[in-house]
């Protein structure tokens, strides 16, 4: 794998989501606490069905987590490239 433009970080990502938020702990752009919650709601959302919660709702709540998630994803992003993907503010 080759660095970055900026000579920081791998320029491929590795394969399959727990090695993904492996790796954004690993360079210090997703904290402990943060790769728990992912991988808890990451894991909740494809842990099969959820008795007495109907399809609707399963999706609807998925849709919600994928947005606030992405949404905690850019507004840190944004704030690392300011800080040449190095550290936030």
Known sequence: MGADKHGT???KL???TANRIEYLTEI???T???KGALNSAW???CA??????P?????RIGLVLALEFGQLLLLKFANWTTHDYRAFS
């Open 48 to 53: 099969g069905s959820h008795p007495g919660v």
């Open 28 to 30: 210090n752009f997703l």
């Open 9 to 11: 970080y791998s320029a």
């Open 14 to 16: 590795p394969d399959g």
């Open 43 to 45: 894991g909740s959302l």
């Open 32 to 34: 402990a606490d943060e």
């Open 55 to 59: 399809e609707r709702e399963e999706a």
